[in-house]
Nanobody
Framework: VQLQASGGGLVQAGGSLTLSCKVSGVSGYTFVFTTMGWYRQVPGKQRELVAGIMTDGSKTYEDSVKGRFTISRDPSRYQVTLQMNNLNSEDTAVYYC?????????WGQGTQVTVSS
């Protein structure tokens, strides 16, 4: 199982970015009926869940991103996307995607998001 994250970059406060996570090495069934998420980490702090999509398709968001971030899953592309709007400086972090397969968690390589004020 491999995950390839992309879409990070530098953006001004109030701007938007779209992160994508391409998954390979899983079946279509597994991709649809598994838990995936986007996490972020800043130096000196633990990695935290930003948004998750569950096996039943339900979604969860960290409180500070509710109403601004949207997670979605595209089975035709084996891709999970995190749309981030109205970004602020506190969103600056390295963002990681993950997937749970057969009781194991796999991580992407991380993509840097920097929001300038």
């Amino acid at each position: 199982v491999q995950l390839q994250a992309s879409g990070g970059g530098l953006v001004q406060a109030g701007g938007s970015l779209t992160l994508s996570c391409k998954v390979s090495g899983v079946s279509g069934y597994t991709f649809v009926f598994t838990t995936m998420g986007w996490y972020r980490q800043v130096p000196g702090k633990q990695r935290e869940l930003v948004a998750g999509i569950m096996t039943d398709g339900s979604k969860t968001y960290e409180d500070s991103v509710k109403g601004r971030f949207t997670i979605s899953r595209d089975p035709s592309r084996y891709q999970v996307t995190l749309q981030m709007n109205n970004l602020n400086s506190e969103d600056t972090a390295v963002y990681y995607c993950n997937i749970d397969v057969d009781s194991r968690t796999y991580w992407g390589q991380g993509t840097q998001v920097t929001v300038s004020s």
